[in-house]
């Protein structure tokens, strides 16, 4: 933040350094290289007593001289201007710690400059013997100075010790000199050989024309193959996080990757080829390509090098935009606009501005606005302001290659708004869902004459679905609706025998294979197609339900109802007509209704891009489950993507545990909602139940909003049972990290809790069995928890009935859930397509919306006098 940034977009990127830099690494290695070049090829001369080859190398010289001190001078120079304006803090760093290296190569330079300029101009005019010592003398000097500028230059990947001493031969003889300067010493020499192929080709007497070519070609086969030896040398001194850099499925480090092995093979083949007497016009043609190929191989070398070192321009030490991880703290705390001492733009006021500048600042080094390098405008074209936000915030945590964001949340909001406002021209927003009131009947109830009373409930409160079909499938639809009847009386009983109870969905949902594309594609995902409309357990949208021994209820699992009724509308809560008869005689016992809450509105495309799916409301779209298995290929190396394309899409517990579904998964992978919501996390930090509404279908202007109880009523949101997302996911990866998985360790790195002091203090649990306890609020019967203090972060049930979705009440018989509703949706809620849409049990029983018994409305169940005592709940 020392010094002022050279305002760059379409050239932005590195693209000066990259190409000043590009031809000029490849001439300084021909320095080198041919520096060896002349007095060998001067001595064959003399000991063959060669007037023709004598007079190539004079030749030879000249060129050798123009391209060298001429054009190798002007982009050295060149290259120390650009690095000075784009990247002037790392350019001091390295003139501070090195300037007695810089010094004793600049007196090498000078030394090469004079040697070379005598050897030319004296080359007829010395004495044989003299002429050859300045030669090598020549040749002592360039080496000593590509050995001086490998140790620097190898410095800032590889620093080793100097990070704790900050000494100057720490930094010099770090752990990639030695096998960096074999490397660089062989591809000089390779480059000396492919440019006396150019040079050859004017020979005009045949046989020392030939002579050249076989000796250029051993010149440029045998170092291409000690080449590729150091470079597994210098690969196997990288630090490991270096090496994990590079084995990243990025689309440029893995066509480099390729590059390198094809390229020198090619030059090998076609160095060996220059060998057979060819016509001349094939071996100019040869010749060219092969010198095309060495800026290949040098480029391809040094671009993995510079991939290897990303975030960072020195590793460990100092950003690729010039910040350094020391001051990020700083930074976060009282941001990174204040500390710009050359920008009269202070504040987040004006997002705009600052946003531009902080583009500027962070951005620029890496990346250009519709430049040849590294766009940032493909990169960026997807996320709406809140996914380019999230994004932002997960830089340098799970994704190695870029730096974190350095400021503050409003700092970090302003970049991602000038990105998408500026740079894309602005993103619409989701469109505000108007709450509807649907027909609802509530079904009768004679409290003087029914003899039953019928509960049933959806066990989760929301199902969601990802209906992205044809790429991937996390939730397919697949609800369950469960009930308990019960027998009114002076002792109320449960009725699970002599009984039989069916389930039908309301008009309008009977035929979902027609709206939805799941039937098309559930066979290459799950290895069986079940018939349109039914689903994956054998239920359709109506039927029997089957009894559950264990929670001593009715129950229909795995219902394949989806949001999407046949005139086209979205309504995530479609109404089930739930039917006791008597199973000798048919007779209808009781009737009730219960929703079955299942919604697509999973905001996947507020990262991934894509329009929604159905209409503007929801659903996954195909751009947008394309995009996710992009980025699951590119960061965990799979092949999704491809297997989508080729018609068969994945099952995500095929790969990965899930308890919900008894998947056990690949050994070592972390088990689904860990995996999902540790990765996540570190996208959105600092964010409250907000950053749950961006993947859950619980927007507050949203057509869903999956938390619509009597929580939601009191403003005890999310945060206050499943705590923060950072809370959240950690719990989940410590269950796993002490099963012993290593994805853990990597998504827990930069996450902190926010509830408790600690990661220490985290309790581990496993997701679906072990959740929220309800008794960590509510710790006495009839007395509401403070509102302010309640939080049940932490305190986790250990599954099976102590589960709410699973518990009875005090009896052991009627379950807590039938009473008082779904989790997200107890009674009373509020629903966004018709207010009381979730509130049928309590309208229907006792002509409130309050839990079953509530306000002294015992006898729903108990005929004649109510009981003096509450047996249901707890003391």
Not at 269 to 277: P, Q, T, Y
Not at 455 to 460: D, E, G, K, R
């Amino acid at each position: 933040m020392e010094y002022p940034i050279w305002e760059l977009t379409t050239f932005g990127g590195g693209f000066f350094i990259a190409l000043v830099a590009v031809f000029h690494v490849f001439v300084a290695h021909f320095a080198v290289g041919g520096g060896l070049f002349l007095p060998v090829f001067e001595h064959m001369a003399y000991k063959r007593d060669s007037a023709p080859l004598l007079d190539y190398v004079k030749k030879h010289t000249k060129f050798f001289l123009l391209t060298t001190m001429v054009f190798g001078g002007m982009t050295g120079v060149g290259i120390w201007f650009t690095i000075s304006v784009i990247a002037p803090q790392s350019t001091s760093t390295l003139i501070h710690t090195f300037v007695f290296g810089w010094a004793t190569e600049w007196v090498c330079f000078l030394a090469e400059i004079a040697a070379l300029l005598i050897y030319h101009y004296r080359f007829d005019k010395m004495k044989r013997r003299d002429h050859l010592i300045v030669g090598w003398l020549y040749f002592v000097f360039a080496w000593l100075s590509l050995l001086l500028i490998n140790g620097i230059i190898g410095f800032m990947l590889t620093p080793g010790a100097w990070l704790e001493t900050g000494s100057f031969w720490d930094g010099f003889f770090n752990p990639s000199f030695w096998p960096s300067l074999f490397f660089r010493t062989f591809m000089a020499l390779m480059i000396a050989g492919l440019f006396g192929f150019i040079t050859a080709h004017r020979i005009k007497d045949d046989e020392t024309r030939e002579a050249v070519y076989r000796c250029c070609a051993r010149w440029t086969a045998l170092p291409v193959v000690l080449a590729v030896l150091s470079g597994w040398w210098y690969l196997s001194v990288l630090p490991p996080e270096a090496m994990a850099r590079l084995s990243l499925k990025a689309a440029r480090i893995t066509a480099f990757h390729a590059y390198i092995p094809g390229i020198a093979a090619g030059l090998f083949a076609l160095g060996v080829a220059m060998m057979i007497r060819l016509p001349r016009e094939a071996r100019i043609a040869l010749s060219v390509i092969l010198l095309g190929l060495g800026l290949g191989f040098i480029g391809s070398f040094e671009f993995l090098r510079e991939a290897a070192r990303k975030p960072y321009v020195i590793h460990d030490y100092m950003y690729s935009n010039q910040i350094m991880p020391d001051k990020m703290g700083q930074y976060a705390e009282s941001g990174v606009l204040s500390a710009m001492k050359w920008t009269r733009v202070k504040t987040t006021d004006d997002p705009m501005a600052a946003g531009k500048v902080l583009y500027q600042a962070q951005c620029a080094s890496c990346h250009s606005i519709g430049g040849p390098m590294n766009d940032i405008r493909p990169l960026t074209e997807k996320y709406p302001i809140i996914g380019m936000d999230a994004k932002l915030n997960g830089l340098g945590k799970v994704q190695p290659m870029m730096p974190p964001f350095a400021g503050t949340p409003a700092e970090r909001l302003a970049l991602a708004t000038y990105i998408v406002n500026s740079i894309h021209g602005g993103k619409p927003g989701n469109i505000p869902f108007a709450a509807v009131e649907l027909p609802l009947d509530i079904p009768p109830f004679d409290p003087d004459k029914d003899e039953y009373v019928l509960l049933s409930w959806n066990n989760l409160g929301m199902h969601c679905i990802s209906d992205s079909y044809s790429e991937w499938v996390l939730l397919p639809p697949a609800n369950d609706i469960y009930a308990q009847l019960i027998k009114r009386g002076s002792t109320p009983e449960v009725v699970t025998e002599g009984v039989k109870l069916t389930y039908s969905v309301e008009p309008g949902f009977e035929n979902p294979a027609a709206a939805s594309d799941f039937w098309d594609n559930v066979e290459s995902i799950f290895g069986a197609r079940p018939a349109d409309n039914v689903g994956l357990s054998g239920n359709g949208l109506s039927g029997a339900m089957h009894h559950n021994e264990a929670l001593q209820c009715f129950e229909a699992g795995l219902i394949p109802v989806e949001p999407y009724p046949a005139d086209g509308s979205f309504n995530p809560f479609p109404v089930f007509t739930v039917r006791a008869h008597d199973a000798a005689t048919g007779e209808l016992l009781a009737e009730t209704k219960t929703v079955a809450p299942t919604s697509t509105e999973m905001g996947c495309k507020n990262c991934h891009g894509g329009p929604w799916k159905h209409g503007d409301l929801a659903g996954i779209s195909k751009a947008t489950g394309h995009d996710v298995l992009m980025a699951h290929d590119r960061l965990s190396n799979t092949e999704l993507a491809a297997a989508a394309d080729a018609g068969k899409p994945m099952l995500c517990q095929s790969c990965h545990p899930d308890p919900v579904l008894g998947a056990e998964g690949k050994p070592g992978l972390l088990n689904l909602p860990a995996a999902v919501h540790g990765f996540h996390a570190n996208f959105l930090t600092d964010r409250g139940s907000e950053a749950c509404a961006y993947c859950h279908p619980n927007r507050p202007d949203g057509p869903t909003k999956c938390l619509r109880g009597v929580h939601d009523q009191a403003d005890v949101g999310c945060v206050r049972c499943h705590g923060y997302l950072e809370d959240h996911a950690l719990c989940l990866l410590k269950h796993e990290q002490k099963a012993g998985k290593p994805g853990a360790d990597k998504l827990m790195r930069h996450l902190a809790p926010r509830t408790v002091a600690s990661v220490d203090a985290v309790n581990p649990r496993l997701p679906w069995m072990q959740e929220p306890d309800c008794s960590t609020c509510h710790t006495e019967r009839g007395i509401m928890p403070d509102k302010a203090a309640a939080n049940a972060y932490n305190t986790w049930t250990s599954g099976g009935d102590t589960l709410y979705r699973n518990s009875p009440d005090e009896t052991g018989a009627v379950m807590c859930i039938a009473c008082h509703n779904s989790p997200h949706a107890n009674y009373p809620a509020v629903n966004k397509h018709g207010k009381n849409r979730d509130n049928i049990a309590p309208l229907q029983y006792q002509g409130n919306t309050r839990a079953i018994g509530a306000d002294g409305n015992c006898t729903v169940c108990h005929t004649g006098q109510a009981p003096d005592e509450d047996g249901h709940h707890p003391e």
